[in-house]
């Protein structure tokens, strides 16, 4: 009989994520529980293999009390429990290992997941709940001693199609045994990127499937880290704030699906101000942007991408050591979820806040029902130590963080021995 429940549920996930396939990219995707109403939200958290080391998952859902959690893993539907999530809606807990994807049916209302897996030496982070039938990722390199993998995830019923377009600095690069990938329902295709393209400085892969979502990972090892970032919705306006971390060299990629040239717009927020308009030009079909920070004007703290079309920007961060990876923020918000990032001696976690408005916002981070404020000016960054909050709640699941105007948000980890992670928050207002 369970069996039986279990491909129930899947046949109704998959069937309902093709009817919402055939509706706009940006739509939520709901997804059924056993007994629950056919209207509910789920996120989609995809897993990837790593050695000797743990990966957490961290949700935040818009009411306390029970959520069911599913692992997709070779065409199966296994149930997993429930998380138990606690008077603030939060909940964390150890993520199932190898490539599969975790499913979290968070109900009604607004959610967020992230995931951080950590080694002794290496850590990395990513946000989960995107599924769609358009997504990017970008910031991947294949240089010598690099090895570049891309993760991609069926967690429906239906069979899909993904029409894969790389681009990098060659232009549009994709290998003809790429372009157009078969992802069987409830399954995970693996595929090595720096075998067929080797010596590139910068990647971005841009994905179409057809029927249904799909959800893709970027595994980047290198420089004795390994780097995830997850795919993401084109938009037409991103922000991105600039974490400093020490010696890292930072990279900005844009790349867009979009088959016609169109324009795009950099402003920059720097220590000294911001720079409105710094940088506009067209974007060709194919082309990739990747621009170092060194060109830029010094102290660059933030970065605004607007562009004529949906596209997708991000930031590669990489030093002696350290090599993180992840995409811009897609929407400000005055409310923000950020996941569990872990406790301990040597490791440096914050939350960069950056405020695109003309207004100072006043921002509360708070864990546990313990809550600190920062001012944020205009048009300005400013790092928050969430190692202030350290002892306000033990095993704390993750931060709030509440502003009184919309802001971006990301969260960075670093390690003492220089390794390194950036993760976007999760919009939860």
Known sequence: MRGVAVGMVGLMLGVLAWAISLESFSAPVPAPTEGAQSGSDHLVCPLADFVRSETEVSLKAARPGPIPLWNVREGEW???????????????????????????????????????????????????????????????????????????????????????????????????????????????????????????????????????????????????????????APHTDWWLPVPDLGQAETYLTIAAPSGSPF????????????????????????????????????GVTGIGVVGTVPLVAGLRLEGEGLLAIGPGVRETSKSWFLPAVGDGSGRDNRAWLLNPSGLEARVSVSAGGFSLTVTVPPESVRSFDLGKLRGSSPGRPGYLVEAQEEIAVVTTTQLQGGAASVAVGAPVG
């Open 263 to 298: 324009t795009y717009r950099v402003d920059l927020m720097t220590e000294s101000g911001p720079l409105p308009e710094f940088l506009e030009e067209d974007f060709l079909p194919g082309q990739l942007v990747s621009i170092p920070l060194s060109s830029l004007p010094g």
């Open 78 to 232: 296994s149930p997993l429990g429930g998380a138990d999530l606690d008077d603030w809606g939060m909940w964390t807990g150890a993520a199932p290992a190898g490539n599969s994807a975790l499913l979290a049916e968070s109900g009604a209302g607004p959610s967020g997941a992230g995931l951080t897996n950590t080694a002794p030496e290496a850590i990395s982070a990513w946000t989960c709940g995107e599924s769609s039938d358009r997504l990017g990722a970008l910031g991947g390199a294949t240089l010598a001693d690099d090895r570049l993998d891309l993760v991609l995830y069926n967690p429906y019923v239906l069979d899909s199609v993904v029409q894969v377009v790389i681009a990098s600095e060659l232009g549009e690069d994709t290998p003809p045994a790429l372009r157009e990938i078969y992802v069987p329902a409830g399954k995970t295709v693996e595929i090595t990127l720096d075998e067929p393209l080797r010596l590139r400085r910068s990647l971005a892969v841009l994905a179409e499937s057809s029927p249904g979502r799909i959800a893709l990972l970027l595994r980047q090892t290198g420089k004795g880290e390994t780097a995830m970032t997850e795919g993401v």
